[in-house]
């Protein structure tokens, strides 16, 4: 298909675990009653989103709140989150949508906007010590040619780096952990253990958990001394499984369409018609990323974008204030994107899952999503309630005049 050079383009963007609540299965993931849009703003309302020097007060949202995220919440939970405005006329699209997918990963969450649910039950590990086969970690010793492994359990990165950081540095032996995700983490100090080593070993991994249905592996670089404390870097991995086909990505790339994907868009995709590929450390480079893109992606382009730091930094560590700042901080520069925007051009706003920082442990929870739409010549109105994320895909493919999501090239 030759690109349609009068054809606008579009921007999907991805909050990283910013859900919504409602979902209608959340307790046979756990998650019933999780909400974190609306807890966070119950939260703030109550003050108990305020930090010294970060911020205070009600959740300041105008620009998505003008948009109908107020509305969307409204429509998905049944009630409306404080300090967000209740835009008498929305300059925008407003919705919500459900998972349809069997897992609350960010995968499957990524896999069902673009338009490909995933439907086939992820393998996990059990929540044990040790949570790994023993014959896995035997052949993963002997491949990599390791003295052996730290951690085999579920826990929080945080935590095992803490806990195990200075007798990997001492012995050499990764810290391999996962979570209630279909995930196995390896952490590697980025100095003694080297950082191209640890991807290297991820990749002997990726093979050997191929036949038990696991997502993703992911590299876990870090930094530090047991004197100073250990600390994660920007340096993260993620070695996937490829998603179904039909996504967004094929579609675009089967039809000659520019494409740019921005974080870790191409590491969920497994860098399958992922374009070019753009990093960057933290929102903020994130935001300045996507704009210096937005200045030079041709129409009929499509830029695909995920800002991890709401999950990674905020909602798995249940920081109410920083995710609450975090998402006023991205607001707040979203007139920026806004004022680049060319005739035709639409700008796609969602979530992929929910973590809600008020909710128990520190996983992911099973929300519905936001969906909202903006750009010179999106009609405003209530788009409603998507019965799949999939619907995301089918309405970025219809303003690209790609094939529909799902279908074969």
């Not at 979902?23 to 703030?44: K, N, P, V, Y």
């Not at 020097?53 to 409306?80: D, K, V, Y």
């Not at 990165?157 to 209630?180: L, M, W």
């Not at 204030?321 to 060319?342: H, I, K, T, V």
């Amino acid at each position: 298909m030759v690109p349609d050079m009068n054809r606008g383009r579009v921007f999907l963007i991805v909050l990283d675990s910013f859900g919504c609540g409602g979902a209608e299965d959340a307790a046979a993931f756990g998650d019933a009653g999780a909400d974190t849009l609306g807890h966070i703003a119950e939260a703030c309302a109550r003050g108990e989103g305020d930090r010294a020097g970060l911020r205070s007060g009600p959740l300041t949202l105008p620009f998505m709140g003008g948009l109908g995220l107020g509305l969307a919440a409204e429509e998905s939970t049944g009630r409306f989150p404080p300090g967000l405005p209740r835009p008498a006329a929305p300059r925008g699209a407003w919705g919500f949508a459900v998972e349809r997918s069997v897992g609350k990963d960010t995968p499957s969450g990524h896999w069902e906007i673009a338009g490909a649910p995933n439907t086939r039950p992820w393998g996990l590990f059990p929540n044990a010590v040790p949570a790994f086969p023993a014959e896995l970690i035997e052949a993963f010793v002997r491949e990599a040619g390791l003295p052996g492994i730290l951690g085999n359990r579920h826990a929080p990165g945080t935590q095992v780096i803490e806990d195990f950081g200075a007798e990997h540095v001492r012995t050499g032996k990764p810290v391999c952990y996962t979570s209630v995700d279909s995930v196995l983490q390896i952490a590697a100090h980025e100095e003694s253990f080297g950082l191209e080593r640890l991807y290297a070993v991820c990749r002997i991994m990726r093979r050997l958990v191929d036949p038990l249905g696991i997502g993703r592996v992911i590299a876990r670089p870090f930094l530090g001394s047991e004197a100073t404390g250990f600390v994660r870097t920007p340096n993260r991995k993620d070695f996937a499984m490829p998603p179904p086909p039909g996504t967004i990505l094929d579609g675009a790339a089967e039809a000659g369409r520019a494409v740019v994907t921005l974080g870790k868009i191409g590491d969920i995709f497994a860098h399958r018609n992922t374009g070019r590929e753009v990093k960057a450390a933290g929102n903020a480079a994130l935001f300045d990323a996507l704009l210096a893109e937005a200045g030079t992606l041709p129409d009929g382009g499509l830029l695909f974008a995920n800002f991890v730091d709401f999950d990674t930094e905020f909602g798995h560590r249940r920081d109410v204030p920083g995710y609450a700042a975090a998402l006023e901080a991205f607001d707040a520069r979203l007139p920026e994107l806004d004022a680049m925007l060319r005739p035709g051009d639409c700008v796609v706003l969602t979530a992929d899952h929910g973590s809600d920082p008020t909710f128990r442990g520190t996983d992911h929870t099973r929300e519905h999503v936001p969906v909202l739409a903006f750009g010179p010549d999106v009609v405003p109105h209530g788009i409603g309630r998507m019965e799949t994320m999939a619907g995301i895909g089918r309405m970025v493919a219809g303003r690209l005049g790609l094939r529909e999501p799902g279908s074969s090239g």
